[in-house]
């Protein structure tokens, strides 16, 4: 039997390692950590205490997703004011919803077209 425990990253092939780095540092605010030499080119971001994101390179196809298809979610302490950094960094933002149990979600797309979703469960029981 399998026993999950957590989480532990998300990883994303991306086309561009250097302008990928520069959106999930910029518009995403995300801390970059230090990567294991491997033998291909990345980057590797903290998302929370404990979790990560992974950037791969080789995306050589095009990416088609959107808000109810293939996308991860970052949870934020103020929708108001991730929304505004959103819009001030020049996010391409996909859509913003309010899902029917409140809570507030804006969802973005990085320079591959990978959907990037920043969610606002504040006083929203999940």
């Known amino acids: 039997m ?13 086309s561009d390692v250097p302008r990928s780095i520069a959106f999930y540092r910029q518009v995403c605010c995300l801390e970059q950590k230090p990567r294991p030499a491997f033998d291909f080119d990345g980057a590797w ?3 929370g205490d ?12 095009p990416v088609h997703e959107h808000p109810r298809g293939s996308h991860f979610a970052m949870e934020v302490s103020d929708f ?3 929304q505004a950094h959103l819009e ?8 913003i919803n309010i ?4 809570a507030k979600q804006i ?4 320079p591959d077209q990978h959907v990037v979703e920043f969610c606002y469960v504040g ?4």
């Open 80 to 82: 108001d004011a991730c």
């Open 123 to 126: 006083g929203v029981e999940v």
């Open 99 to 102: 899902r029917p149990d409140g």
């Open 107 to 110: 969802f973005i797309a990085d």
């Open 88 to 95: 001030a960094a020049g996010a391409e933002i996909v859509n």
């Open 50 to 61: 404990t979790r990560e994101l992974h950037l791969l390179e080789g995306l050589d196809t």
């Open 2 to 14: 399998i026993s999950v425990t957590d989480l532990n990253h998300v990883a994303l092939q991306v």
């Open 45 to 47: 971001f903290a998302l």
